[in-house]
């Protein structure tokens, strides 16, 4: 059964005078308890399509479902995000900013404490609760905002690049360290990146998207066992895929 | 530390001396300049009355902060939350901001007399310009990906911007209040010596007219104390406010 | 449209517009606030009569005087705490501490001293504005990236050149701020000055309209003072911008 399904998205923008198609035609489903990933040249539009799934903006045409049910606003105890840049709440610890979204729904604070804690303990990061943003480094600032993204336990996570402002040995430990996260919980991923090796390595399937206006050109199923090590990385079948993937992209790219 | 302290003070008694031997030789009038021991005679034989003016002077400025921050404050909120308000209105209040706002002072004076209103008001308008600004800024600075953040978690508009936009303004709002606040205490200050019943500033000013002059550096001395006071106190602020933001920026 | 014009137009049409509708409406007393036409052509009369001629151009020649005066002493002061860090560690805190002070406050002493003619006034300008050009100075000379100079040495620029081709366009525009930021101040000082005690000038014409209740004539002037200093300000911004715009693109190069 689909947790989330999109069907005929198209998205276009205002710029000035010109009308920008960002997405045309974007139709796929994701099943319950996948990682799917999103790959696609810069400005193709993935994060515009992230931002519709996510009920921040809406569609021109077209419509995105979650459960069944149609997407127009943020629904946060469906949805949870995670962006690029970790937005943490500066002068609020690692805890509080765990629990701000309950605070917000007026969980009362035994609760939510304990819920959080046992977030953190998740993200590996429960002796740095009572820290500040910016006592962590990235790395760690991006897994509080992955418990914060969990806290009020929603089906579905929407990831926006959520690696890429980290050095490369971060960013494949934070990979490894997410599929962990990610067995354990059970939630439905839905992640968007650059880094075709990041989305191969972490997903059960591909969506490639073609140059602006966006269109899904590719859906790849991604059959490695699970749990996956990284050296799969280095293997003679991920080269393979990397290879194809990257040949879809550039022969529908610029 | 303590010895460049030492240091300090022992510099700033050989000045007092020197400036007292100055004017006591003869080298420079006591009309113009006011020995140490000028100053000190002035403080004993009028004090009382110098408190009292200081009392009306410092209720005017007081009176005059909380208003000039409420309404710079509020008013900063409101016009920069949003972009195209924010856009057509700050470059409006930096334009008022240029004239020279103490010749309103006469039409205040003729409008609201010359008593404590027209000071209270003349301070107020004179510190809200640079905290409405100030605030405008710090609003429009915060990062779209923190409202984007807010929506995502399911924050209603006014919860976006009491418990997420404000807090990340604020280094910005304080450093308008400390411009702003300046400006409130000269500007009561210095209206009080143009046309006043009473203050710190009329003192002054009467005194000045009767070449007392150890009462007008006596007046001088204390005028400073305020306006060094409300430094000091701003500096505290700013330094609670913003101890989390020099971290983060020291990064970034 | 920009903006930023649509806003002044705006504020503009309902400062005149409500005024002119209190007038007509008769909302407020007349001696309050005397009708708009009236204090416009007050306004024009002022420009063709020979006595508020003289006192403005008084006042501004006081303002030019100690503009004049107080923007190369303090530039070059600046200049100097900048390349001389060992001066700049000695007098900043004095610095700071003068700036922390309101220099409006120090009038009376300056009468005292000075009297009330034509120096006390321009002194009274040149502390304003003094300070305010030095600290952008010092910054402007801190601003420069040091790994410039450096190249300009490496390719061999001589120190005539070092300064001209690098560190001016460099400082030019934080120099250019503080001089706009001066001149308010200084404008400032010599109006309150004016208006405190002096014989002659704008500031002391527009006081004594206060003291003795002739409204139109004060609203007027208020009116024509501000619409002065705007435009200086305006004028003062747009070499700003153009300046900041050209080295920027010449610095591309």
Aim: contains cysteine.
């Amino acid at each position: 059964m689909p947790v989330i399904e999109v069907t005929g998205l198209a998205k276009d923008f205002r710029s000035g005078r010109a009308a920008v198609h960002a997405l045309r035609d974007v139709t796929f489903a994701v099943d319950e308890g996948r990682f799917v990933t999103l790959v696609g040249p810069s400005g193709c539009g993935k994060s515009t399509l992230l931002a519709i799934m996510a009920g921040l903006i809406a569609p021109t045409r077209g419509e995105a479902r979650i459960e069944g049910a149609p997407i127009t606003a943020p629904m946060p105890a469906k949805i949870g995000m995670v962006f690029q840049d970790p937005t943490l709440l500066p002068w609020k610890s690692a805890l509080a900013n765990v629990e701000f979204p309950l605070a917000l729904r007026h969980v009362d604070p035994a609760t939510r404490r304990k819920r959080c804690m046992e977030l953190l303990d998740l993200v590996g990061l429960s002796e740095f609760a009572d820290h500040y943003p910016h006592e962590l480094s990235g790395g760690m600032r991006q897994r509080v905002a992955i418990a914060r993204g969990l806290a009020q336990d929603p089906r579905l996570i929407l990831m926006d690049e959520p690696f890429a402002a980290l050095d490369e040995q971060m960013r494949t430990r934070m990979g490894h360290d997410l599929l962990d996260i990610w067995e354990k919980t059970g939630k439905t991923i839905f992640f968007i990146t650059h880094s075709l090796t990041e989305a191969i390595y972490l997903s059960d399937t591909v969506l490639v998207m073609s140059a602006r206006p966006g269109r899904i050109i590719a859906t790849l199923a991604i059959d490695f066992p699970r749990p996956r090590e990284l050296d799969i990385i280095g293997s003679e079948n991920f080269g393979r895929i990397r290879n194809r993937i990257w040949h879809l992209i550039s022969e529908r790219g610029e | 530390m303590k010895a460049r302290h030492i240091r300090i003070m022992l510099i700033a008694a050989a000045l007092l001396v020197l400036w007292e031997l100055i004017v006591r030789s003869g080298l420079v009038s006591p009309i113009i300049v006011a020995a140490p021991s000028d100053v000190l005679l002035a403080a004993k034989k009028d004090g009382a009355v110098f408190l009292r003016a200081l009392l009306i002077t410092v209720t005017e400025i007081g009176v005059a902060i909380v208003i000039a921050w409420t309404l710079g404050i509020v008013f900063g909120l409101i016009v920069g939350s949003s972009y195209l308000v924010a856009a057509a209105t700050a470059p409006v209040l930096s334009s008022i901001f240029a004239i020279p706002l103490i010749i309103l002072y006469p039409l205040l004076m003729a409008w609201l007399g010359v008593g404590p209103l027209s000071k209270v008001v003349f301070g107020v308008l004179a510190g809200f310009f640079p905290i409405a600004l100030n605030t405008i800024d710090g609003v429009r600075a915060v990062d779209r990906g923190y409202v984007n953040f807010a929506r995502s978690i399911g924050a209603t508009r006014l919860e976006t911007n009491a418990l997420i936009v404000f807090p990340l303004a604020l280094p910005a709002i304080v450093s308008g209040l400390r411009v702003g606040t300046g400006l409130v205490v000269i500007g009561v200050i210095v209206t009080e010596m143009l046309a006043s019943l009473g203050g710190l500033g009329y003192v002054i000013s009467y005194h000045r007219s009767l070449f007392d002059t150890g009462h007008v550096y006596f007046g001088m001395a204390l005028a400073l104390l305020i306006a060094l006071g409300v430094n000091i106190a701003l500096t505290r602020l700013d330094r609670r406010i913003g101890h989390w933001r020099l971290q983060q920026q020291g990064e970034s | 449209m920009s903006a930023a014009l649509a806003g002044h137009l705006i504020f503009a049409a309902l400062l005149f517009g409500g005024w002119e509708l209190a007038g007509r409406l008769a909302l407020v007393d007349a001696s309050f606030l005397p009708p708009l036409p009236q204090v416009g052509a007050i306004l024009w009369g002022f420009l063709h009569h020979d006595a508020f001629i003289g006192d403005l151009v008084l006042t501004a020649t006081e303002v030019a005087v100690a503009f004049l005066i107080a923007a190369p002493l303090a530039i070059s002061s600046g200049f100097l705490l900048g390349e001389r860090l060992h001066l700049a560690a000695t007098f900043n805190p004095v610095v700071h501490l003068v700036l922390a002070v309101p220099q409006s406050i120090f009038l009376p002493v300056f009468i005292l001293a000075f009297g009330i003619g034509f120096l006390e006034k321009v002194l009274f300008g040149i502390t304003h504005a003094y300070f305010i050009i030095l600290v952008n100075s010092f910054a402007a000379v801190r601003s420069i990236p040091p790994a410039l100079v450096a190249a300009a040495r490496v390719f061999g620029a001589t120190r005539a050149q070092v300064y001209t081709r690098i560190y001016l366009p460099a400082m030019l525009p934080l120099i250019l701020t503080g001089l706009r930021l001066g001149m308010i101040l200084c404008i400032i000082g010599v109006l309150l000055a004016e208006m405190y005690a002096s014989r002659r000038g704008i500031g002391r014409l527009i006081f004594s309209w206060g003291e003795s209740y002739q409204i139109p004539e004060l609203i007027a002037g208020i009116l024509l003072v501000s619409i002065l200093t705007i435009a200086v300000n305006e004028a003062m911004r747009l070499i700003e911008l153009r300046v900041g715009r050209f080295y920027r693109n010449a610095a591309g190069n």
